[in-house]
């Protein structure tokens, strides 16, 4: 579905990632991990397209062809989608009228809108005053409206009370392993997913089958998540930088 | 006491007084508007590109959903047509001129004939325009809509209007400037007069769609007494030479409220100077002002005045102006306080759309022109409500191509 190679990106004029290699497979669902600052965020944000994230080096494909130099709308017009951390004000702009546009089934999307919570919102100015919790939950059913193949979810869980996270961790989950009854149907017929986790808390919610450690913009290494998760939980990150060393 | 003789030596004077702003039209360049049109009694003989041009500024010919009608073309009135007799008048100016003789207190009282040489034409050539009255206590179900049309080339069109909402009535407004298909020069001089009286409410809605070669000069005063009601929405989409007004707004009674919400668009060779001013002269009145305008190429100036010399009154102000490729936009927020206990505010931006903002629509897979069009539509978007379909799929057209051709 997704494969990244060798990936060099500069913000700013400066280097945050550096030879970046990552593969998402189709129907699995891939976990980032690594402290603030690692360029995680920059990762999903450059898989998108947006301005500002330019590629020095590398390559992206997806689903087969090199999309390093597609425009946002035609990566997500191919099927790729994002729940980004901090979307822009959208004066004016009312939830419903964007969700009309985007909506693959305008039914399904007003039904999980009012299990969530959110049909009250649809008259309201995208974003405009919205809290932390409504931003996630928008975002997703956005995103659930649009039904991409590859899903980036940037910290779905940050800055979210427990029972909403519970919430949001449900329907990701939905969304992403359809009516699949086991991972050997969600890895055929799933879709596939890079998630942004710093609690790890998400994962609670979703089978998981790969995390990538990601510090000072390289892949340290990768593994099984919940092994991965326990180990950073024990040992924090210090322990991955100073094993790849080892490895240099 | 001042003579009608006076007053015309004044306002003869005055026919070389320059506005304060806006391009100076030589006034002798254009041709005095006819008074001779033909009169209409039924409005679906017109042309269907008369009806097209009526649509478009909010006007619809089947009168559906209006209380009454009024035509003006050059200087004539050529229909007039009312439903709702019992709830509200609607004539001539200068026949309700002769039905009512206290109108005369009405008229050139809060507009000076001598403020500038526009004002002083359309005295001198004793304007005619429409009246509207809402009598004491009535409240009309529809709103009263009238359309000013430019229909011969190279003349000035001069017009005098005064609304008058009675005590604790309420009436809507729907006028519509524009010029007839294939009119590309002329200037309009438009002189409005508007009474809200105590605990009376107007709504008034007031769409512009001129040409490329026409001047607007547009010269309006409004004074609203006690817990009155002003809401003006002002449109202008389309290309034209130049507008400049600068709507006045009084609120001389108790807890008096005004809104003035301005969406524009300058094309390129346009100069739209959209002013807007609201003196607080009593206890409590509020006020809100809303001006959102784009230029595609043309220059749009902004010009937003707030003067509180009573205590307790509250304003706020906005201005947001969007440079879509080339142009330039000006924001002229200006906020006077002359008593202590006030509340002015006012916030203005201009620039362009976020980059941000288009690619956040793109990643939900709108493509860059369908992204741009929907935050265009957004800005525009100040809750302005009544207005036609007709008229609303006018607007969409032209928000599109502003989309389309902002890339």
């Not at chain 1, 190679?5 to 990632?17: A, C, D, H, S, Y």
């Amino acid at each position: 579905m997704l494969e990244i190679n060798n990936l060099t990106v500069e913000v700013g004029g400066r280097k945050v990632l550096k030879d970046v290699d990552l593969e998402v497979e189709t129907g699995h669902t891939n976990v980032l991990f690594g402290p603030n600052g690692a360029g995680k965020s920059v990762l999903l944000m450059t898989l998108m397209g947006f301005s500002g994230y330019n590629v020095v080096e590398g390559e992206i494909i997806f689903k087969g062809e090199d999309i390093t130099s597609l425009s946002v709308s035609q990566r997500a017009q191919m099927g790729m989608g994002i729940m980004t951390q901090r979307p822009p004000n959208l004066s004016g702009v009312k939830l419903h009228d964007l969700l009309e546009v985007i909506a693959k089934d305008l039914r399904d999307t007003e039904e999980l809108a009012g299990s969530m919570d959110m049909a009250r919102f649809f008259e309201r100015d995208l974003n405009v005053g919205f809290s932390g919790g409504e931003i996630k939950r928008s975002e997703l059913l956005q995103l659930s409206a649009q039904d991409p193949d590859l899903l980036l979810l940037d910290e779905p869980e940050s800055g979210v009370d427990l029972a909403s996270i519970e919430l949001l961790g449900t329907t990701i989950n939905k969304l992403l392993t359809k009516d699949c009854k086991c991972p050997g149907e969600r890895f055929k017929y799933g879709k596939s997913a890079l998630v942004i986790t710093h609690t790890g808390q998400i994962l609670d919610y979703m089978g998981t089958d790969r995390a990538y450690i990601l510090c000072n913009g390289t892949v340290m290494c990768s593994g099984n998540p919940r092994e991965m998760l326990n180990a950073i939980k024990e040992q924090g990150y210090e322990e991955c930088i100073k094993c790849k060393l080892m490895e240099i | 006491m001042q003579t009608d003789g006076d007053m015309r030596k004044k306002a003869e004077a005055a026919l070389r007084k320059s506005a304060s702003y806006g391009e100076d039209f030589d006034l002798e360049d254009y041709g005095i508007a006819t008074s001779d049109v033909q009169y209409t009694e039924d409005l679906k003989e017109l042309s269907e590109e008369d009806q097209r041009t009526l649509l478009n500024v909010g006007f619809t010919p089947a009168e559906e959903n209006r209380s009454g009608s009024l035509i003006m073309i050059d200087n004539a009135i050529t229909h007039t047509s009312l439903r709702e007799k019992d709830v509200v008048e609607l004539m001539s100016l200068k026949d309700a001129m002769k039905v009512h003789d206290w109108l005369k207190d009405y008229a050139w009282k809060l507009v000076k004939p001598d403020s500038d040489k526009y004002t002083a034409m359309s005295y001198l050539q004793d304007a005619n325009g429409y009246f509207i009255r809402a009598p004491a206590g009535k409240k009309s179900k529809m709103p009263i809509q009238t359309c000013l049309l430019i229909g011969s080339k190279q003349v000035s069109q001069t017009v005098h209007n005064i609304v008058i909402v009675e005590e604790g009535a309420e009436l809507d407004v729907i006028t519509g400037c524009s010029a007839r298909h294939g009119i590309e020069e002329g200037l309009h001089l438009g002189i409005s007069e508007m009474y809200v009286k105590k605990g009376a409410t107007l709504n008034f809605t007031m769409v512009h769609n001129w040409a490329r070669q026409i001047g607007v000069r547009p010269r309006t005063v409004v004074r609203v007494e006690e817990s009155g009601t002003y809401i003006s929405n002002y449109i202008t989409l389309k290309p034209v030479k130049s507008v400049q007004s600068y709507p006045t707004v009084i609120l001389e009674g108790k807890g008096a409220f005004a809104r003035l919400n301005t969406i524009a668009v300058a094309h390129p060779g346009s100069e739209l100077d959209l002013g807007s001013k609201v003196i607080f002269e009593a206890e409590d009145s509020s006020a809100e002002m809303i001006s959102r305008t784009i230029t595609t190429g043309g220059v749009s100036i902004a010009r937003g005045e707030m003067i509180g010399n009573a205590n307790g009154a509250k304003g706020h102000l906005e201005c947001h102006g969007l440079v879509l490729g080339e142009g330039t936009q000006r924001a002229i927020p200006i906020l006077e306080a002359n008593v202590e206990d006030i509340e002015l505010s006012h916030e203005a931006a201009v620039g362009r759309i976020a980059r941000e903002q288009i690619e956040y629509l793109m990643a939900r897979s709108l493509s860059e022109e369908d992204a741009i069009g929907m935050i265009v539509r957004g800005f525009l978007d100040v809750g302005i409500e009544g207005i036609p379909e007709e008229l609303k799929a006018d607007i969409d057209e032209t928000i599109e191509k502003i989309g389309e051709n902002a890339i």
